[in-house]
């Protein structure tokens, strides 16, 4: 069992910043893929960033590459995602989850926190 918290997220500006957080909890975190996720409401959810256990291996989604960047910290069990040049499309809940292996896909993910709120004003 992994039990993933997200914080940081809140407003921001067009063109700032913003960096999340996201802590694991209970399995060992540097066995696992971690990943990040948004969801804005009338849309699909989004794949925006990956990494595996190693930190090695990153993805980006489109929309965020040279923007976002993923990275963790295995000694404090926890992933960040550092958003800058914010745009107002970047508004969504951001979801972390933990899984067995990198994808850009939600298949591999079997734990998932519980999101937290990115607003972006123009």
């Known amino acids: 069992q992994v039990q993933l918290v997200e914080s940081g997220g809140g407003w921001g500006q067009a063109g700032g910043s913003l960096r999340l957080s996201c802590a694991a909890y209970?399995?060992?975190?540097?066995?696992?893929?971690m990943g990040w996720f948004r969801h804005a409401p009338g849309k699909e959810r989004e794949f925006v960033a990956a990494t595996s256990w190693s930190g090695d291996t990153t993805y980006y989604g489109n929309s965020v590459k040279g923007r976002f960047t993923i990275s963790r910290d295995n000694a404090k069990n926890t992933v960040y995602l550092q958003m800058n040049s914010l745009k107002p499309e970047d508004t969504a809940v951001y979801y972390c989850a933990a899984g067995s292996f990198v994808s850009i896909t939600v298949q591999p993910y079997d734990y998932w926190g519980q999101g937290t709120q990115v607003t972006v004003s123009s």
């Open positions: 209970g399995r060992t975190f540097r066995s696992v893929a």
